[in-house]
């Protein structure tokens, strides 16, 4: 599996490349900047990219930003965002594109060898990895203690699967082969058996796919 790193850090950078070499990946390029992370994606199509989110010339979201990019133009390549915070805003955004293909640990996982190298592997198979702290930061004020998904039905369970690829109302319903107004009601029952009522400061959307995820 090709990998590409982008992190600002020297040190950082090189203990993840060697991490993820002694690992048995192929780092194919190791960079600092986010114009730098974007050529060599075109270049040379990674598996996966492994993204500090914070990267020059501000070090606020130039990777975040590189991300989104990655998503878009080359989504045969996952992403694994790296950050030493949580950031709810973040996630969100990762998220809008849907969650295959994506990651998002906090630094410290790095440390965990195994754990690291399982969380690339599933991002670089068309999977998803999200750091426990992060589901519970956006999940856990929605939880009542039983798991809420036993509650759906199967075709309500097949609404959010699609939901987590990624899918508008309309792909879902082309799908299921069900109207788009059915696929709304569906997406109103989800959303209510999960305890997510519609809130200005909630993406309902990104956490019922947060929940479904971490099942």
Do not use: W
């Not at 799908?175 to 997406?187: D, F, G, N, S």
């Amino acid at each position: 599996m090709r990998v590409v790193i982008a992190e600002d850090n020297t040190l950082l950078r090189e203990g993840v490349a060697r991490l993820l070499t002694e690992a048995g990946f192929e780092v194919v390029a190791t960079v600092e900047d986010a114009a730098a992370l974007l050529a060599e994606v075109a270049a040379r199509r990674p598996d996966v990219a492994v993204v500090d989110i914070r990267l020059p010339p501000t070090r606020t979201d130039e990777g975040l930003r590189a991300a989104r990019e990655i998503r878009r133009a080359h989504p045969g390549t996952g992403v694994l965002v790296l950050s030493q915070y949580v950031r709810v805003s973040y996630t969100v955004e990762l998220l809008d594109g849907g969650a295959r293909g994506l990651g998002y640990l906090l630094k410290d996982r790095v440390s965990d060898l195994a754990e690291f190298a399982a969380a690339v592997r599933q991002v670089g198979r068309g999977g998803s990895a999200f750091d426990p702290i992060v589901v519970d930061q956006l999940v856990g004020r929605h939880d009542g203690g039983d798991d809420p998904l036993r509650a759906l039905t199967e075709r309500e369970r097949a609404v959010l699967g699609l939901m987590a690829e990624g899918r508008t109302n309309q792909a879902i319903a082309e799908r299921l082969a069900i109207a788009e107004r059915t696929v709304e009601k569906h997406c109103t029952g989800i959303f209510a058996k999960l305890g997510l009522p519609a809130s200005p400061d909630d993406h309902r959307r990104v956490l019922a796919v947060l929940r479904y995820l971490n099942a």
